[in-house]
Structure formats: C-alpha cells, structure tokens
Nanobody, 125 residues
Framework: VQLQAFGGGLVQKGGSLRLSCEVF????????VTWFRQAPGKEREGLAC???????YYMDSVRGRGTISRDSAKHTVYLQMNSLTPEDTAVYYC????????????????????WGKGTQVTVSS
C-alpha cells in the first residue's frame, strides 16, 4: 500500500486549503486513514481520521474548522482546513492502518501501517 499526499502550499492567515491523500494498492473499505502534521521543532500530531466505514474523528486542533472526507471510488481521502493561522504551518502527512470494516479509527502514529510523504503547508501572517 502506498499513499501520496498533495495539495499543500502557501496560504494567507484566515484562508483555507484542501489536502488530498491518494491510496494505492488498498481499499478504503478496509483501511482507516489518518492525517498528521509536524511543525518545525515539534512532535508529529494526529489531526483527524476516517474509518473504513466512513466515520470521522477529530482532534481538538482541527475540530470545528477541519473536515475529513473520502471518495472511495477515487481512493482518496481529503482534509479541508479553514481559518488557517501561522500555527498551522507544518508538513502534513497521511497514513493508513488496516482495520477491516469498522467504525473505529485512531490518531496515534504508532498504530499506522503505511505512511505517505508529506506535503508542506505554510500559512503567512
């Protein structure tokens, strides 16, 4: 299974961005996908995940201004981020873990089976 994240870039404070994570070689019907980010000098943190049955879960850092969704036919998971601030500047990663068909997903990096390369998001003030 391989994942490719894209959609990062430079955005102004208050702006929005939609990140995409395309999954190759695995079905979203059995894999949960999680978005993480890592800012300079900080640990990688989980942001949101979507289960293999399509249930979303959000961590506090994005709850209320982020939306995770998926298009199973396109093997792609999205993370829409709104009201961006410079504190959102980081490399964003997506990861997948095999779950079978379940509502459950998690945002702990140790639980992930596969990782994609990150995409840089920079929010200017």
């Amino acid at each position: 299974v391989q994942l490719q994240a894209f959609g990062g870039g430079l955005v102004q404070k208050g702006g929005s961005l939609r990140l995409s994570c395309e999954v190759f070689g695995g079905s979203l019907d059995v894999y949960a996908v999680t978005w993480f980010r890592q800012a300079p000098g900080k640990e990688r943190e989980g942001l949101a995940c979507i289960s293999s049955t399509g249930e979303p879960y959000y961590m506090d850092s994005v709850r209320g201004r982020g939306t995770i969704s998926r298009d199973s036919a396109k093997h792609t998971v999205y993370l829409q981020m709104n009201s961006l601030t410079p504190e959102d500047t980081a490399v964003y990663y997506c990861a997948a873990d095999y779950r079978g068909s379940t509502w459950y997903c998690e945002t702990v990096q140790n639980g992930m089976d596969y990782w994609g390369k990150g995409t840089q998001v920079t929010v200017s003030s």
